[in-house]
Nanobody, 125 residues
Framework: HVQLVESGGGSVRAGGSLRLSCTAS????????MGWYRQGPGNPCELVSY???????YYADSVKGRFTISQDEAANTLYLQTNNMKPEDTAMYYC????????????????????WGQGTQVTVS
């Protein structure tokens, strides 16, 4: 049974930073590709970033140069460092795992992810 638990959300001023964490149980980093999604008020769910099991990363254009995805394999934890935050970054942020081995282009599709956390709220004012 896979469980993903996010933490680290909160309220920050524009220009501020947060580090979001996602602790996984029931799988390890070599068993899944991991992603961060977000859904803001009135917006569709958006892929923010992913890191594949071979270490490749992807960032949405809206966060490139500001957000960094990383993993601590020993702690089985996924991180999203968010810097220079903007009000449009306000959203619920979700951690997701894609356990089936798929081509990288398919990791851009939400249907590739089969396990999800409960989300952590980020508000930027």
């Amino acid at each position: 049974h896979v469980q993903l638990v996010e933490s680290g959300g909160g309220s920050v001023r524009a220009g501020g930073s947060l580090r979001l964490s996602c602790t996984a149980s029931g799988l390890t980093s070599d068993e899944a590709d991991m992603g961060w999604y977000r859904q803001g008020p009135g917006n569709p769910c958006e892929l923010v970033s992913y890191v594949s099991r071979d270490g490749s990363t992807y960032y949405a254009d809206s966060v490139k140069g500001r957000f960094t995805i990383s993993q601590d394999e020993a702690a089985n934890t996924l991180y999203l460092q968010t810097n220079n935050m903007k009000p449009e970054d306000t959203a619920m942020y979700y951690c997701a795992a894609a356990s089936a081995l798929v081509p990288p282009r398919l990791l851009l599709d939400v249907t590739a992810y089969n396990d999800w956390g409960q989300g952590t709220q980020v508000t930027v004012s």
